[in-house]
């Protein structure tokens, strides 16, 4: 049988087959992906073939469909373990903050590198506009222009007032997206606005650490009742690069990729070069310093830049 994993608990997967019904499945001994190892080689947003064990009520998987993208990250402890977050996504959905707990410009823009990595289209999503006081909503109209200006799309939403989330419904109609932030950003309970009824266990953040409580512990999948799929995913307290060459990196900034033609070297990294194109435009204001700064954090695997 065929089916798509809408669930995920670490080691059981949820797989809804082709008949509607879903089946609780695990994985058929040492399930590996080629050329990518990880820590869950069967991911929510997978295409998979899948049996029943005999006279079980479970099922098992044997093999898991290619994929056409998927949004990966790499642990920054020594571990360094790398974990598919989502598999098979038409686009990417950041639900940040400037308000409690504060989401980093760092961690946004390893967030879209990655997302740029993969050829998936990111949005940022900025919650809890009814905690802005008119300096807030400077430094969030600056935010917003900064992505924008970038390419990025960018959507200013309040979960707890409902502000904007009609607008949210209209960007995830049709298509499979995923949810993704930090603990305590609001992603459960902006995902209560656009589904009704779905009551998904929203937290309070941490005084200690001004950081979300994980509330959702596993990611799974939601038909939308206006026609598509929304993937939440655990909060993610840090997001490490995972399978980017340094030289490649600029690549994945738009802002540079446009520009790196015009460097006197081919293979110039765009740190130190005499006639390096991107310096140039840093000089003169056209690329943002802090998405030059991401960069040079990037390329010297300093994963933690707040």
């Not at 807030?136 to 979960?159: H, P, Q, R, T």
């Not at 937290?203 to 026609?227: C, N, Q, R, V, Y």
């Not at 293979?267 to 204001?285: M, R, S, T, W």
Request: proline share 4%.
């Amino acid at each position: 049988m065929q089916g798509l994993v809408i669930k995920s608990t670490g080691s059981w997967y949820t797989v809804l087959g082709e008949n509607q019904h879903k089946y609780e499945c695990r994985i058929k001994g040492k399930l590996r992906m080629k050329g990518l190892v990880s820590t869950n080689p069967v991911a929510v947003g997978d295409f998979v073939d899948f049996e029943l064990e005999p006279e079980q009520e479970t099922a098992v998987i044997s093999k898991v469909h290619d994929r056409k993208n998927y949004i990966i990250r790499k642990s920054i402890n020594l571990s360094k373990q790398v974990q598919i977050i989502a598999a098979n996504l038409d686009q990417a959905c950041l639900v940040v903050t400037l308000a409690s707990p504060r989401t980093s410009l760092g961690f946004i823009d390893r967030f879209l590198v990655t997302a740029e990595a993969y050829g998936i289209p990111a949005i940022l999503i900025f919650n809890k506009l009814d905690l802005f006081s008119d300096e807030g909503l400077e430094i969030l109209a600056n935010y917003m222009d900064l992505y924008e200006g970038i390419g990025y799309k960018c959507y200013a939403v309040s979960a707890i007032e409902g502000t904007h989330v009609n607008t949210i419904k209209e960007l995830l109609k049709d298509k499979t997206s995923l949810f993704s932030g930090h603990s305590g950003v609001g992603k459960s309970s902006l995902i209560n606005q656009i589904i009704p009824g779905i009551a998904l266990r929203t937290g309070e953040i941490s005084d200690w650490s001004d950081m979300g409580k994980h509330t959702t512990t596993f990611a799974e999948m939601f038909e939308l009742p206006f026609g598509g799929k929304l993937i939440d995913t655990p909060g993610i307290r840090e997001l490490g690069i995972a399978d980017i060459e340094p030289e490649e990196l600029a690549h994945f900034f738009p802002e540079m990729r446009s520009r790196m033609h015009g460097c006197k070297f081919h293979n110039c990294v765009h740190i130190n070069e005499p006639g390096c194109a991107i310096l140039k435009a840093l000089d003169e204001g056209d690329i943002e310093p802090t998405r030059y700064d991401s960069y040079l954090s990037i390329y010297h695997k300093n994963d933690t830049r707040a």
